[in-house]
Structure formats: structure tokens, C-alpha cells
């Protein structure tokens, strides 16, 4: 079992850019969270997703974001027109179902820099 | 909201002594408490959990205890070795929904 893969691992963007963060969740696993961690900072919810549907988006900025997990292949995390404060780690994290006591599992995170 | 405070912020022992990490939640009827390690870098990993029906787990050096009356949960690490050195975090969720993350801990073991 690979676990939870993102990438890129790291991703440079300028201003204006767009930004798409990839997500595969572990095998079996059909619910996916993403996070952003700020330097010396926690974690923060932004979305949780399950496959075709978007369950809580209360953590996603209202403009300029969005995600999805589709039917087949990794969920996405879209970022548009980035500015300099979307710079963070985000991290995406999975778990088989939606439990109370079901354990999330994160993947290593991407790097975004927006120069 | 859930809303998770987690004290101290920062946390420095000497090898070999215990550390222990507080967290307190708002939401009564929060019913799962995982925590997380962070090491520099990489991603949090799962260190050890409980449900709101257990009041202490223990795993080897690590031990989670939990007081549902007063809403609070703490970290107890024993025999603190230099590889303990990290982030803890703590969490909470309330029913089948996200986990809301405490600001995190940085634990430093002092050789």
C-alpha cells in the first residue's frame, strides 16, 4: 500500500498563475481532506471530499479556490490567480469511510511558493 | 464550530524525563481524539488515538488520556528519547464530520 501520494512536491508559481495540488488517496479509501499549514502554524481544514461530492467546503476561501475528487483519478486542489499569501503546505489526507472514529492518513504535502 | 486549544506551545525536556501536552475542546459532543506527529518537513503521522467511551490508551511510551466532563485530553510521553523531538498536534472531531486540529506543540529533547 503506497499511501497517500501527492505532487508535486514542491510547485513555484508566480502571481496570476494557476495552481493544481494532486491528491491519491490510499487504496480502499473513498474520503478525501485537504489542509494548509502555514510556517510554525497548524493545521487548517479547507475541504472534505468524497468521490463525486463535496461533503464540508466551510474551510475553503470563497473565491479564487476549488476542488474535487472525481469518479477516477486523484482529487484536485485548484487554485486560481495565486497571490503571495496562498504560499503554504497543503496537505491532503484520506480515510476508508465516514466514521466517527475512522483514522485519517496524510500524504507528505505539497510546497507551494508563489513568487 | 469545534474549536481545539492545545498548551504549550512549546515544551523542552531533558532525555529520559516524561512530557505531557494539554488540549481542551469546545464541542460536548466531540467523540474521537487522535494525535499527530510532525517532524520537520514530513507529514503528520498518527501517533495514537481514543474514543469518547475509553478514558486512557496506553502504547508503549505513549499514553492518551481523556476527562469528557471537563473536555480536556493530554499526551503523556515517558522515557523521552532525542528521535521524540517533533510537533505534536492534537484533534477533535464531533461526529462523522472533519477533524479540527490544535495549533500544535513543539516537543524538544534535551540530550
Known amino acids: 500500500n503506497a499511501g497517500v501520494m501527492q505532487n508535486p512536491r514542491h510547485l513555484v508559481r508566480r502571481r496570476g498563475q494557476e495552481a493544481r495540488l494532486r491528491c491519491s488517496p490510499m487504496?480502499?479509501?473513498?474520503?478525501v481532506y485537504w489542509y494548509r499549514q502555514l510556517p510554525e502554524e497548524g493545521l487548517k481544514f479547507m475541504v472534505y471530499?468524497?468521490?463525486?461530492?463535496?461533503?464540508?467546503e466551510s474551510g475553503m476561501p470563497k473565491e479564487r479556490f476549488s476542488a474535487e475528487f472525481p469518479k477516477e483519478g486523484p482529487s484536485i486542489l485548484r487554485i486560481q490567480q495565486v497571490v503571495r499569501g496562498d504560499s503554504a503546505a497543503y496537505f491532503c489526507?484520506?480515510?476508508?469511510?465516514?466514521?466517527?472514529?475512522?483514522?485519517?492518513?496524510f500524504g507528505s504535502g505539497t510546497q507551494l511558493s508563489v513568487l | 464550530g469545534e474549536n481545539v486549544e492545545q498548551h504549550p506551545s512549546t515544551l523542552s525536556v531533558q532525555e529520559g524525563d516524561s512530557a505531557v501536552i494539554k488540549c481542551t475542546y469546545s464541542?460536548?459532543?466531540?467523540?474521537?481524539f487522535p494525535w499527530y506527529k510532525q517532524e520537520l518537513g514530513k507529514r503528520p503521522q498518527l501517533i495514537i488515538d481514543i474514543r469518547s467511551n475509553v478514558g486512557e490508551k496506553k502504547d508503549q511510551r505513549i499514553a492518551v488520556t481523556l476527562n469528557k466532563t471537563a473536555k480536556h485530553f493530554s499526551l503523556h510521553i515517558t522515557e523521552t528519547q532525542p528521535e521524540d523531538s517533533a510537533v505534536y498536534f492534537c484533534?477533535?472531531?464531533?461526529?462523522?464530520?472533519?477533524?479540527?486540529f490544535g495549533t500544535g506543540t513543539r516537543l524538544t529533547i534535551i540530550p
Open positions: 471530499l468524497q468521490k463525486e461530492n463535496i461533503i464540508d
Open positions: 487504496k480502499g479509501h473513498s474520503h
Open positions: 484533534a477533535a472531531r464531533f461526529g462523522n464530520e472533519k477533524l479540527t
Open positions: 489526507a484520506s480515510c476508508r469511510n465516514r466514521g466517527h472514529d475512522e483514522k485519517l492518513f
Open positions: 464541542d460536548s459532543a466531540s467523540n474521537y
